[in-house]
């Protein structure tokens, strides 16, 4: 049997406040969306004017819970503090159980309840308590809510095994793609085709170009002439080349490399040149929609003029947490700039940009670099970049390594997409579950009431007031 309630009438909001006093030590509660939560301790807390939550009780952030930010607290959590962007609220165990009304929040129909509660702009909307506490559910008895639960946890498993393999996956092809990308710059995946091709140019000869290249850029002035770098010792190299290879510095291959810089305030414009943070590098490529800015033309070529980048060029972030973020800039612009979290990479030999790349992508990098004594160990200075190894291939073969890495991280890619629909068939098994299992028992007189054929609990809205 069912009965329509008001939220209001089973969820009261609870406000105990306290004064965060410095020198003691509070357990500090913040939830993210799909129920996660975590602990902060400490006794240097910004805002003193808290308040205390108890296990058990409902918590949801009053920004973010059309998001899924809301809760059941824990009891290991009893007594911990929050500030007043989230709300706790006593629910009444007369009427409801609740385990019951944790596993109904998962469901899409009470997202959808914080959805429609929450008023103001697009990207930043705020829940309306009065409109939330007054939205309408029918509500089961509570020994039916038990029983509801009971299904629900029987009738789980499936799914629950579905997330948990979805989710092994998704590990195993996270490590697989850093195996391919391992075994390129380590010359593995091209051990065939150099057996096919005894007779290619050394990249020792490459590298003897290159550096002659440069000598002759320098002598023309049209680059600066810079500090000799260090020769590279055995204790630095992390594994052993195929023959053929040979390591380089970046400073060798690369014309000056250097970091970006940030102009002032007053340089910035809305259509000029395109100006890149490290934000806008998003899965190792420019990603130049998400906040772009751009600059004046005259600052990118007078103050800035140091920074100018070309499309081919590679850019790596030098300012963490974390390191680690790659991309080659794209030709949607002749030219771009960058501030000073980024550093520049452009190769003497353009041809060579790409699987530099590539080798930076790997992170194998981070693993060699001596960050002792570093006033911010987060960060790379452009000297450390300039030291930076590179196993250097001959150029036909980083050209093989190329093809090869593609083909396979296509059919990676592949495989990404099969497990993301996989997941997308577990959000809706699980929603099945949810319905199926929450099903209120019916007697055959309920049965033959029209009305509540096919409900189920999580479509138990009516209207708001």
């Known amino acids: 049997m069912v009965k329509e309630y008001k939220i209001r009438d089973f969820l009261k909001r609870i406000k105990t406040q306290v004064e965060v006093e410095d020198g003691c030590s509070y357990k500090r509660l913040t939830i993210r969306t799909n129920h996660q939560r975590d602990i902060a301790d400490g006794s240097l807390i910004g805002t003193k004017s808290q308040f205390i939550v108890n296990g058990g009780d409902f918590i949801l952030s009053k920004i973010d819970a059309r998001y899924g930010a809301f809760g059941i607290i824990p009891l290991e959590l009893d007594g911990a503090i929050i500030t007043g962007n989230f709300w706790t609220y006593k629910v009444d165990t007369d009427l409801v159980d609740t385990e019951w009304f944790f596993y109904f929040t998962h469901s899409y129909s009470f997202i959808q309840i914080c959805q429609e509660s929450s008023t103001g702009t697009t990207h930043r909307k705020y ?106 010792s055995e204790n630095e190299v992390p594994f052993v ?83 680690g973020k790659v991309a080659i800039i794209p030709n949607d612009y002749p030219e771009w700039n960058c501030n000073q979290a980024i550093a520049i990479f452009r190769c003497i030999d353009n041809e060579i940009n790409e699987y530099l790349y590539l080798y930076l992508s790997t992170g194998i990098y981070l693993k060699t670099l001596d960050f002792k004594g570093m006033a911010g160990q987060d960060n790379i200075s452009v000297t450390m970049c300039k030291n930076l190894l590179l196993p250097l291939p001959p150029k036909e073969e980083q050209k093989t390594i190329l093809h090869k890495l593609k083909t396979l991280l296509e059919k990676k890619q592949a495989l990404e997409t099969e497990i993301t629909q996989s997941e997308q068939h577990a959000q809706k098994l699980m929603q099945a579950v949810l319905k199926e299992a929450f099903m209120p028992v019916q007697t055959p007189e309920q049965v033959a009431e029209p009305e509540w054929e096919e409900q189920e609990i999580s479509q138990y809205i009516t209207s708001e007031i």
């Open 127 to 232: 829940l309306d308590e009065k409109m939330f506490l007054n939205h309408k559910i029918l509500l089961p008895e509570k020994k039916e809510q038990v029983q509801m639960v009971k299904r629900y946890l029987e009738s789980s498993k499936i799914s629950n095994e579905c997330v948990k393999e979805i989710k092994s996956q998704k590990k195993i092809l996270s490590q697989l793609k850093q195996s391919i990308l391992q075994e390129a710059i380590e010359g593995k995946l091209t051990e065939a085709w150099r057996e096919q091709n005894p007779d290619v140019k050394p990249a020792s000869e490459i590298l003897q170009l290159i550096k002659a290249e440069k000598e002759q850029l320098i002598k023309d002035g049209k680059i600066k002439k810079e500090k000799p770098l260090p020769p590279i």
């Open 241 to 323: 080349l195929p023959e053929g290879w040979i390591w380089c510095r970046l400073g060798e291959i690369c014309d000056n490399i250097t970091a970006g810089s940030t102009p002032s305030q007053d340089s910035f414009i809305s259509k000029e040149i395109p100006y890149l943070k490290v934000y806008n590098i998003r899965n190792q490529k420019i990603d130049f929609h998400y906040k772009p800015q751009f600059i004046k033309k005259n600052v990118h070529e007078t103050s800035l003029k140091r920074c100018i980048l070309k499309p081919g060029d590679v850019i790596m972030n030098i300012v963490g947490p974390p390191l």
